[in-house]
Structures are given as C-alpha cells and as structure tokens.
C-alpha cells in the first residue's frame, strides 16, 4: 500500500501565494518584531524596522551579517504555531521531529542532534534560549510559547556570542517585559476536535521604580488517534503555564529583571498506528505476518488514516518544566554591563508502548527523569565609533537522574524467540530490567566578538571561545525473572537463562570525560549600497564530548565494551555567504544565503542489533556534509497587502559511514561470517552484514527542499459602528520526501507533502476576531516513521493533524 499526500501542487500553491488575499504575519512577522519599548520610528509608507538582539544588541535584522529568521509573537499565534514543534511550518531551515517530549529533535539545516531515541549524555546542536537563558532539555520545544514578543532563528555555528556553544544553531526567544503603563491582553480559542485554548497576561507599575507582569495560558485537544483498546482518543494536547516577571529601574543606568515560569504537560500520548510491514532478513517464520498469525493477532486496521490503534501499554507524556532567572544590566560608560542567573528544572514521567502493537510483547516501558540545571553568564557590550565587541564568561552545571522501568509481556517469548522456547511464555514474561542512572555536567567558557568598522562601508568580525567540559555518568541496570529471581549472564547457550540475557543483560558502567576546545568564527561584511550588504563568514567549532548513558554495547562474550562508554566532540568547519538587500523604498526584502558545513567525528545513533539495546547507543560517524542555499522574500506593497515567500534547498549526506548500522531491511539474518556475502535487502533467512556502509546516503529528517509562503489582504471595514479591517490570510508550506530512519531505509522514507492553512476575520483597535482551518485539504502525512524493535518487520507511525478549524478573539486593554 502506498500512501501518498493529497493536496495541490507546489507550483499551484506558490502561484496561491502571490495572487490569493493572504498574509502570514510572518511576512510582517519577519516584519516587525519591535517591542515598546524600543519602537523605531517608521515612515507609513516604507516597510516595517525588525530590531533583533541575535548578537547581544538591538540592530535590525538586515544589518545583521548572518542567516536569521524573525518571527513576531502576534504571527505565531495567528498562524497556529505555538511552540517550536510547530514553528517549523514557518521557517523552513528548521526540522522538528518528536516521537515524545523526551525523544525530541530539533536540527537545523539537518544538523544538531542524531536522529532517535534520546540520550542524555549528548549536547544539544541547536540551542533553545528564553530571555537570555539556556534551556538543556530539548523537551521545552514541545512546550507551549508563553506571553512570547519574538523568535529569531539564526543558523550556523553560534559559539562566540552565547553562553552555551551551539553548533548548527539557536533559536532565541524573547518573552514580552513589565511595562510601566498598564496594559492587558487576553485570547480565547475554540475549535473542532475539542480544542480550547486561552491566554492572557497583564502588565503594570507597582511603584515609580518597580513594574510587574503575569501571563498564564492553556491548551486543551482531544486526541487524533483512537485506541480500540483503551477506548480512548489518544496523543491529545493538555498544557498549562505560568510566567511572572518583575523589573525593578533604580536609576537610568540600572535595571534588575525577575523572572519565574511554570509549565505542565500530562496528555495521553504518545502512541502510534501501524503503517506496513516490510521484510528483512530474518526466516519468514519470524517476521511480522507469521508470528501475528502465529498469536491469532490482527491489527484493528492497516490503513493508517483510519487513525485507528490497539496498543495495549498504558500511556503518558507526563511533562513539568520551569524555573527562575535574575538579570542585572548595568550601563557602565560607553558599554553595558550584563549578569544572567538562572536555575531550571524538568521532570518527565513517561508511559510507552515499545512494541507498537496489541499484543503483550512489551508490557511496559518508562524512564522518568529529573534534571535540575544552573547557569551563570557574565557579559559586557562595548560601542565605539570603530570598534564595538562583547565579551563573556560563562559557567553551566547540571544533574539528570532516571529510574527506568522495562517488563516483557506474556506473548514476549513468541515474539522473540526460536525452538521450543518460543512456545514457553514463561521464559520471557515478567522479565524486567529496572535501569538506575544519573549524568553530571559541568561547563565552562570565555568567548568574544568584536567588529571592526575598518570603513563606513568594510566591517571585520572575529570571535572566539575557549571552553571546557566535565561528564561523568552512571549506569546500573538490574534484571529479574518473572519469578522476582536476579539474572546474572552470561548462561549456558540454550538453556532459557541464556535466552532471558539475550533480551536483558544486566551491566554496570560510570562513563566519566573532560575536554578542552577551542574555537573561531570571521565574519566579514560589505555594504555594497544603502541597502545592500554582503557577507561572507568562516566558523571552526566543535560539539562537546559525549558519554553513553543508557548502558554500553557488549561483544561477542557479553561483555560491556568499555571504549563505548565516550564519544568524541565533533568538529566543525562552517563556511557561509550571503547578501542581504531592501528595495522598493523599503517595501520590500530578499535574502539569499548559501552554505557548506562540514563535521567530523559526527555524533550518531547506533544499535548492535541487541534486543536489550532497544535505545541505542551514540558512536562516532567517519563525516557528514550539509550545503544548500536559502531564499528569503518579504513585500509590503502598503498598509493593505504584504506576502512573504521563503525557500531552503538542503543536501545534507553522509559523507563518510562505513559502520553504520543497517537499515531494517538488511538487519534480522544470520551475520556475516568470513568469506561470505551478505544477502539481497529483505530476502528472509539471508545472510546480514555485521554494519552498513551508508557513505553518500542522506541524513535523516532533512527534505531537500522546504518552503514557506503567504500573504493577508485587508480592506477598511465599520461594523457595528466600530472602524477596523476585515481581512483574509494564507499560509503554506512544503517539505520534500525525506527519511525517517537514521540509516535509510526503503520502508521508513516520508513523501513530501504541503499544508495549507487558511483564516478571515475583522480587527480594530483593541479587538480582533477570526475564524480559521488548518491543513484545509485535509492532506494525510506522516510526522515519523519507526522501525519497531526485534526486527520483524513493523514500522509504526505518527501522524500529523487532520484538518482543524475553529475561532479566536482577543483583546487589548
């Protein structure tokens, strides 16, 4: 069965995009992001200023000599994309994939974490800031955006400006401040599929000196997966947060900042439907359709668009995240003096169904944990009239603890083993591994930029950052039988001691690591006319060491292998030039953006085929490669039409994997001994290759092309004696095929599809309602695509949202 997208064609959808009333604020979005703060003066009949801060100081975004998206609080809300995960429908450099909080992916240009199951013991590539503060736990970009003024998405390595070292990225979020007039928005949401959403925040003075703001929102959807089991709708939203903040001013040099947040997250989710099953290289008799029919198993459905599941684990996405920072900002002659401290914490309480079926294989899967992190940034900004520069001192510690929780069911024996075993469920039901782990992080950095106006027109950029990295982790895994009885392994080959090793093997390790680097960007850029300026830039950066936290592999006797327990930092070189250009009096932007980067020793997900390894372990890849080009076009012909259009095309590869592990369809057989050749892709009872030379091959979760495009129209409206607009608004976006699996595989590849979203409403003032529909042709895809584990054959999905509609009002008071 072949699933395709439906839904019009690109071509048709970008010809939409410039002749249907339409508007992304995102085209305003990356439009004007200015808070009130620091309003610029803008001439009406010019395009709108976007100040930034993605170097540590206001400037607007097209004299910033680097890849930066904008995109406005107000353009978030109305297009629907309200928390990162989202956010890629907006900016098509970024990729976010998530099969929970947890196991979250946010890359950009196909780089910043491997493709899979999470490890803790790993960087993130890609940065997540709130207001200045490093988040550490991906999980925050599943999280609801709260009382947010802007989100600039810069790409490329990010080293010698903030505090934690990002080397493909960072996404830079800037919550609205305390104001000393009082001010208050509130917003309702409703739509099909149970959808309630509400926010609202209030800002104010509470003396001369001292001024408050609190913002609270919450999010509420049924589920878009049914589980016949539970009789339940599944993988819904449930969101609630809290921010409060207060500014206190002192003097007119001085400000002091407050801020606290809370957020929780406790859905049913997040569960999957079967999508096919495909062959591999184990004997027919253990593949997918035989031992199923084997059980008198059948699946509620095999078309996944049923949104039908049967899987019978209990499931949850329990998710608290938050914490308090205290920013001081001290102008001190002709530069500002700036401390950031900050604590954050997460607590994740997961349920999982890892054999994504109906059948009680694996009876339960969870590995809560707890992260608490503290971090300390130091910063001084100086402007002069021929050279400016920032320098910064920065210091970061975190704790993670997990407890995790594994049992196999009763139809487990069936499942995964040969002979007579197989038919003993007793052999495997109850047998648990109780994982016991914790990782300490220490880092430590001075990093610096300064430009150098050697002309009105030439500027020279350097930076550099020297950092340093503290892991140490520890792992404890402890098995029992369905009896209570510990296992010790190795056993006698045959006996049902060995059989239960093979699934868990209990093992200890205390993986510990420390590293120095160092690295350098240049930038140098060039305004060719007024509005008009060219760059061009070089960055050698790194991506810290690693630990293996999950446990280590073992070799052919069993036996940890101990070399595993450390990754090596990756090290990046980065080239990238563009130009950036307004025309039309300012109407108008277009920026253009090519790349080349290239990484060695790149952290990557591996399995040994295991079935106790059922997460993985992180090893080094020989090299990848990402290059591509970047489009970006915004108009504002006047008050009553603007569009945008953005455009990424990414060839992002391997370029060098040669012990990669194999794609499903070349895993399951007999490995490969000497003098042998390993068998054709899904021929049942072949041969299997030991590992996979996958050099050339894409990496996974990047299309080859992304675009994003919209427009709004409005027209001057009184209605019920109030003067305001009635306006339309279109947003699209497309994404190519790509894989979903970290090895590609001929099972786990995605079509690209394109979504169209679409909204009409009436605002004035202090008012604004519309009504909306999302994905409003309904097209089905595919979010992610997994390989289930034992290598039977099973690839599981999940889907994205079918079409929603609904309305939204808000006020401004």
């Not at 994939?97 to 946010?106: G, I, K, L, Q, W």
């Not at 903040?245 to 406790?266: E, H, K």
């Not at 007579?420 to 047998?431: E, F, S």
């Not at 140490?472 to 098995?479: E, L, T």
């Amino acid at each position: 069965m072949r699933f395709r997208p439906i839904g019009p064609s690109l071509a048709l959808i970008i010809i939409l995009a410039s002749a249907t009333p339409a508007f992304a604020e995102s085209a305003a979005t990356q439009d004007s992001a200015i808070n009130s703060d620091t309003q610029a003066q803008e001439d009406p009949g010019r395009g709108d200023v976007i100040i930034v801060t993605a170097r540590r100081r206001q400037e607007t975004a097209q004299e910033v000599p680097l890849a930066i998206s904008v995109i406005r609080g107000d353009s978030i809300e109305s297009t629907g994309n309200f928390n990162v995960v989202k956010l890629q429908q907006l900016a098509p450099t970024l990729q976010v994939y998530a099969s929970n909080p947890r196991n979250t992916a946010v890359n950009i240009r196909g780089l910043g974490v491997p493709f899979g199951l999470t490890s803790d013991g790993f960087e993130q590539g890609v940065g997540i800031y709130v207001d200045d503060v490093y988040n550490a736990r991906v999980a925050a970009a599943t999280f609801d955006f709260l009382d947010v003024e802007q989100v600039e998405v810069l790409r490329g390595p990010q080293g010698s400006l903030y505090g934690k070292n990002t080397t493909a990225g960072a996404i830079n979020i800037t919550t609205n401040q305390p104001t000393f007039n009082f001010e208050g928005r509130a917003e309702v949401t409703v739509g099909n599929l149970n959808f309630k959403q509400a926010k609202a925040a209030i800002s104010g003075p509470l003396s001369d000196t001292i001024a408050a703001r609190i913002a609270v929102s919450s999010t509420s959807r049924r589920g878009t997966i049914f589980n016949v089991t539970s009789n339940r709708f599944i993988n819904e939203q449930d969101n609630i947060g809290l921010r409060g903040t207060l500014l206190f001013l002192p003097n007119d040099d001085l400000s002091i900042t407050l801020s606290g947040d809370y957020s929780r997250q406790n859905p049913e989710c997040c569960g999957t439907v079967f999508v096919r099953t495909g062959l591999t290289q184990r004997p027919l008799a253990r593949q997918y359709e035989a031992l199923a029919a084997a059980q008198n198993y059948s699946v509620i459905s095999r078309n996944p668009f049923d949104r039908l599941t049967d899987i019978d684990a209990p499931l949850n996405a329990g998710n608290i995240i938050g914490g308090a920072s205290l920013k001081v900002k001290l102008d001190a002659g002709p530069g500002t003096f700036t401390s950031i401290s900050a604590w954050r914490f997460w607590d994740w309480k997961p349920e999982n169904d890892r054999d994504f079926t109906g059948l009680p294989i694996v009876s339960a899967s969870q590995n809560p944990s707890q992260q608490d992190q503290y971090s300390q940034e130091f910063r001084y900004n100086y402007a002069g009239d021929k050279v400016d520069f920032v320098i910064g001192a920065f210091g970061f510690k975190q704790r993670i603890d997990t407890q995790g929780f594994e049992q196999q069911g009763a139809a487990s024996s069936r499942w995964n083993l040969t002979g007579t075993l197989a038919n003993n469920p007793a052999v495997l039901a109850g047998l648990t591994a109780r994982n016991t782990q914790f990782l300490k992080s220490t880092s430590a950095a001075l990093f610096g930029q300064a430009n150098w106006k050697v002309t009105d027109a030439l500027t020279i950029q350097p930076g550099l950052r020297i950092n340093y990295d503290k892991k140490s982790g520890f792992y404890q895994r402890v098995v029992t039988t369905g009896s209570g009885a510990i296992l010790t392994c190795p056993q006698p080959a045959g006996s049902i001691g060995a059989a239960q090793c093979g699934v868990f093997t209990p093992q200890t390790s205390a993986p510990s690591v420390s590293d120095w680097n160092f690295s350098y960007d240049l930038n140098a850029n060039y305004k060719v006319a007024q509005d008009v300026l060219a760059y061009a830039s070089y960055a050698k950066s790194f991506k810290t060491v690693g630990i293996n936290q999950n446990g280590l592999p073992l070799d052919s006797a069993g036996v940890p292998i101990a070399s595993a327990g450390v990754v090596k930092p990756e090290s990046v070189n980065h080239f990238e030039v563009g130009v950036k250009t307004q025309f039309w009096d300012r109407r108008a932007t277009f920026n253009l953006t090519a790349f080349r980067t290239d990484i060695k020793n790149y952290q990557a997900t591996v399995t040994n085929g295991q079935l106790g390894v059922l997460r993985g372990y992180l090893a080094n890849a020989g090299k990848v490669r990402s290059q591509g080009l970047e489009a970006d076009f915004k108009i504002r012909t006047s008050d009553r039409f603007s569009a945008y259009l953005n455009g990424a095309y990414t060839d992002a590869k391997y370029a060098r994997f040669v012990d990669a592990p194999c794609p499903p369809e070349l895993s399951g057989g007999t490995t490969v001994g000497a003098g042998q050749t390993p068998s054709a892709p899904g021929t049942p009872g072949g041969l299997s290759p030991a590992n996979c030379d996958i050099s050339g091959q894409s990496l996974p979760g990047v299309s080859k092309w992304a675009v994003s495009y919209g427009a709004e129209v409005n027209t001057p409206l009184t209605l019920l004696a109030t003067d305001g607009q009635l306006y339309v608004g279109f947003d699209g976006n497309y994404r190519s095929d790509f894989s979903s699996n970290p090895s590609p595989s001929i099972y786990t590849n995605i079509e690209g599809y394109a979504l169209s979203n679409y909204r009409v409403g009436f605002r004035a003032d202090n008012f604004d309602i519309y009504g909306w529909v999302r994905n409003i042709f309904d097209v089905q895809y595919f979010e992610l695509l997994q390989v289930a584990p034992s290598n039977v054959g099973l690839i599981a999905g999940q889907l994205g949202d079918p079409r929603t509609f609904g309305v939204t009002i808000k006020f401004n008071f």
